[in-house]
């Protein structure tokens, strides 16, 4: 063999060498996660996150210049956000390693969200892995949950056009700018966001799944319905926006309500109880029930109902918003990306008039 080769074959081996012990080195990264999460470990002990809520969202923060995302959801589309940059978009990955493309060496703090929504099923994320230290993350110290329907999911807030296909809703879902992340982020809160498209609290759209409701999805960490929800979250505001399905549609005959003054009732008498369990549970948290002048102001009627009596019963920490003026230029008329922010700013003045924080 002459040098040349001698050279090469050495180069070879050494690459080799450091391949494998880089690939050895490869380590899960602590995460800091966001929404309701099913977290178990696998033989290995290391991490795995299921969710089915939209707006769930990772954190972790390392110093080096290697970061691989490991997927298993075919479902959902995500964004992701290194230093705070522009995000790059990761759609429906599939059992995937991701490389973070062009890191510098250096501490970098790293974002992974879901923006899409799902309602049938659950996806996986597997971590974040890299053979370079872990750093700290900044821990929040504000909580904020947003409870509701298609409005707070971000329901095709950034579609084009009113008129949408399923395919095209589902890519012009961005949950991460609807109003609840908006909000938050703008507080630097942690936050979750508990809300399914069509559902309401006693009636879904055009009465669709009568067994169902999202007071009686809440409960639970997935869809899935498997696991009860429990954790150490502990908000300090509480936003809930249910009513847009109970009332926007005409009562189908079979419906289990005679007349709408029935549904009216049910509406009120079921909504009192969910916020007074949610107020057993968060004693100290400021709730803000929201609804628009729509319909006629029914919902708009129903919702200052259950805040007068939820007052009447000696519960202070509780207001509203009434909202109007939206353009509703999102898909099949609802709220669009700048509908959003309106709807954002309009919170954030009232919790700071409110000195929640």
């Not at 080769?5 to 050495?10: E, G, K, N, P, V």
């Not at 180069?11 to 060498?17: D, K, P, V, W």
């Not at 809160?189 to 067994?211: E, K, L, M």
Request: aromatic residues 10%; charged residues 20%.
């Amino acid at each position: 063999m002459n040098l040349t080769r001698f050279s090469i074959a050495l180069a070879g081996i050494a690459l080799g060498t450091s391949l494998s012990v880089q690939a050895a080195e490869l380590k899960q990264l602590p995460t800091h996660t966001g929404g309701r999460i099913l977290v178990t470990s696998n033989a290995q002990g290391e991490q795995n996150y299921e969710y089915s809520w939209p707006g769930v969202y990772f954190e972790t923060a390392f110093k080096g210049d290697s970061l691989t995302l490991k997927f298993d959801d075919n479902q959902n589309n995500f964004q992701l956000i290194v230093d705070g940059g522009k995000p790059i978009a990761i759609n429906k990955p599939g059992k995937q390693d991701y490389v973070v493309p062009g890191l510098q060496q250096g501490k970098h703090v790293v974002r992974l969200e879901k923006i899409s929504e799902t309602q049938s099923s659950s996806g996986r994320f597997l971590g974040f892995y890299s053979d370079d230290k872990p750093a700290t993350l900044p821990k929040r110290k504000r909580q904020i949950e947003f409870i509701g329907d298609s409005y707070t999911v971000g329901y095709g807030n950034v579609s084009p056009s009113r008129e949408c296909n399923d395919a095209q809703l589902f890519e012009t879902t961005n949950s991460q700018l609807a109003f609840g992340p908006l909000t938050a982020k703008h507080f630097d809160a942690d936050y979750q966001i508990n809300a399914s498209s069509g559902f309401g609290i006693v009636r879904n759209y055009n009465g669709t799944s009568p067994d169902k409701s999202l007071i009686g999805l809440y409960p639970f960490t997935l869809y899935s319905n498997n696991y009860i929800y429990t954790s150490d979250w502990q908000p300090q505001v509480i936003v809930i926006g249910l009513g847009t399905n109970d009332f926007s549609t005409k009562l189908n005959e079979g419906e289990r309500w005679k007349t709408r003054n029935d549904l009216q009732q049910d509406y009120i008498n079921k909504y009192v109880e969910f916020v007074k369990s949610l107020q057993r549970k968060n004693p100290k948290a400021q709730f803000v029930l929201m609804a628009s002048t729509n319909a006629e102001n029914e919902i708009a009627n129903q919702m200052t109902s259950v805040l007068e009596q939820l007052k009447a019963s000696g519960m202070k920490n509780i207001d509203s918003i009434i909202f109007s003026g939206l353009d509703f230029q999102g898909c099949h008329w609802h709220p669009s990306a700048k509908d959003d922010k309106i709807l954002s700013d309009l919170l954030v003045q009232h919790l700071q008039s409110k000195k929640v924080w």
